[in-house]
């Protein structure tokens, strides 16, 4: 019996401008290169998102198999420090009402 290969791709969500929203199902966190990535399936795909501290703060309440809406805030200027923008996100979890 043949066999064949598939490719193995990721498609990674990107957010790009202010609003820019992804909702789905929390699937996975993954190791990156800066900390765990998050795999969130929508539209039938699987996203990765690449991780930020502030994604990350907001990330740790979320559980895997939760359906969750992550939208980008837009770049804020740190006020301690005289570092780089930072990307900020609202995360939102879907509960019962």
């Known amino acids: 019996m ?4 598939e490719e193995v791709t990721t498609k990674v969500f990107e957010f790009k401008e202010v609003g820019d929203t992804i909702t789905g199902v929390y699937k996975e966190a993954i190791e990156g290169i800066h900390g765990d990535d998050y795999v969130i399936t929508s539209g039938g795909l699987d996203w990765t998102l690449f991780n930020t501290t502030v994604l990350a703060s907001k990330m740790h309440r979320v559980k895997v198999g ?3 809406r992550i939208t980008y805030l837009g770049d804020v200027e740190p006020k301690v420090s ?3 923008p930072y990307k900020n996100f609202k995360v939102e979890i879907e509960k019962e009402v």
Do not use: S
């Open 2 to 5: 043949a066999k064949e290969f």
């Open 66 to 68: 939760d359906t969750l």
């Open 82 to 84: 005289k570092g780089n």
